[in-house]
């Protein structure tokens, strides 16, 4: 179930990034899977700024985070 659960606030994540990122998004899916990997950025990002997510709603947070920073990333590598 947990697993469920953080693939869908993952995807959710990733189209919530791609419309934050307007212009740099790669599509429905490849949005969804940015935001599953952002998940795990987020993650760590948030545990080593000393951060703690609770909850959907925070885990939610966590995981746009994440897939934000990620599309920066990747926009920047795709364009040049």
Excluded: D, H, P, Y
Aim: charged share 10%; hydrophobic share 60%.
């Amino acid at each position: 179930m947990n697993l469920i659960l953080f693939l869908i606030i993952g995807g959710v994540a990733g189209w919530l990034a791609g419309l934050i990122m307007k212009g740099r998004g790669f599509g429905v899916l490849a949005n969804v899977g940015i935001g599953i990997v952002g998940s795990f950025i987020g993650g760590i990002l948030f545990r080593l700024l000393g951060l703690a997510s609770q909850g959907a709603v925070g885990e939610l947070v966590t995981a746009t985070v994440g897939a934000v920073l990620l599309l920066a990333i990747v926009g920047k590598l795709k364009k040049g």
